[in-house]
T-cell receptor
Framework: EDQVTQSPEALRLQEGESSSLNCSYT??????LFWYRQDPGKGPEFLFT???AGEEKEKERLKATLTKKESFLHITAPKPEDSATYLC???????????FGPGTRLSVLP | DTEVTQTPKHLVMGMTNKKSLKCEQH?????MYWYKQKAKKPPELMFV???????INESVPSRFSPECPNSSLLNLHLHALQPEDSALYLC????????????FGQGTRLTVV
């Protein structure tokens, strides 16, 4: 059974204080790993797709990386508007389902 | 255009009511999903439609009835719900032909009273 864990559960940063969020996964053949951002009461907003170990994607202050067992979302010099829950999801070789991790709630203080 | 539109945004219904949630996408995606999300929890899969046919039903109670009238529309019919069914209901769509991300709508906030 596919499993996704995320750490930390919650993270408070000062504006400009860089950090990383972790997503660890166990799947039967990874087809893709996906990062989403979710604001309270809204649907998840797609950020990145990673397909193979060693791959990296960047968008503004965010950079996602992938190894064979985990992915990191690096946030460089965050701003208060980066505050949100960041969700990691995987899709395996056998299913159509996106299996989500529990998320990391990020708060960036001005 | 990467938009998935869900209506209504908010819904309050009694336990004896019948209501429907609607979802629409025009990205040509042939996989469409219903997820349920409780507060401070990740989305949980309810149903998957592939090429307008139900391909996954995650043991969802029969008071939830999905329908996919065509490749752009997805409905979720609700009947005799319980207060514990109150949640954010999310629709998503994605490609079947290649491994790619799913795009989510903004959700319907459902309250059962």
């Amino acid at each position: 059974e596919d499993q996704v864990t995320q750490s930390p559960e919650a993270l408070r940063l000062q504006e400009g204080e860089s950090s990383s969020l972790n997503c660890s996964y166990t799947v039967s053949g990874l087809r893709g790993l996906f990062w989403y951002r979710q604001d309270p009461g809204k649907g998840p907003e797609f950020l990145f797709t990673l397909y193979s170990a060693g791959e990296e994607k960047e968008k503004e202050r965010l950079k996602a990386t992938l190894t064979k067992k985990e992915s990191f979302l690096h946030i460089t010099a965050p701003k208060p508007e980066d505050s949100a829950t960041y969700l990691c999801a995987v899709k395996d070789n056998y299913g159509q389902n996106f299996v989500f991790g529990p998320g990391t709630r990020l708060s960036v203080l001005p | 255009d990467t938009e998935v539109t869900q209506t209504p945004k908010h819904l309050v219904m009694g336990m004896t009511n019948k209501k429907s949630l609607k979802c629409e996408q025009h990205m040509g995606h042939r996989a469409m999903y219903w997820y349920k999300q409780k507060a401070k929890k990740p989305p949980e899969l309810m149903f998957v439609y592939s090429y307008e046919k139900l391909s996954i039903n995650e043991s969802v109670p029969s008071r939830f009835s999905p329908e996919c009238p065509n490749s752009s529309l997805l409905n979720l019919h609700l009947h005799a719900l319980q207060p514990e069914d109150s949640a954010l209901y999310l629709c998503a769509s994605g490609s079947i032909d290649r491994v790619s991300e799913a795009f989510f709508g903004q959700g319907t906030r459902l309250t059962v009273v």
